[in-house]
């Protein structure tokens, strides 16, 4: 949905669910780390596709995952004092298909997706880093969960 319906000329990662826009680059070594740790020992979390979300000038999904949720804040408390203003409350999970198109194009996609939706469980594989390099992304790490433990 996201090649659908995402203008083309700004994909720069694939669809996603973002639990941070902005980390400080020098903790990128210890934020492996931690993260190895954590899907070593962690089965994927749940998580529910639960709503069809209006962005304005997009579209995406509504993610329901209290077990992602409770990963994001063991992070950031992790790092306490290097999380962004913008990071610091608590994230509407979402997945992104459709953004930065006019308001009627946006309705059109939310009514259109909402006509069939129905709630769904969604397979969360890993958590993964970006640097960001003023337009493109580049990835910086991807761990799978791979453990048995359930929760955050």
Known sequence: MRRLYYPQHRQQVGAHITLFHHLP???LAELLSLIRQMVAQMAPPKAYVERVMDLGTGTAFFIRSPELLDIRAHIAE???GMVSAQDRG???LHITVQNKVSRHQAA?????LRRDFQA???DIVGLEAHH???GPWEPAFQAAFRGGLRGG
């Open 25 to 27: 680059p020098s903790i």
């Open 78 to 80: 992790h790092f306490h």
């Open 90 to 92: 608590e994230p509407r």
């Open 108 to 112: 059109a996609l939310q009514r259109e």
């Open 120 to 122: 769904h469980q969604l």
């Open 132 to 134: 960001y390099r003023d």
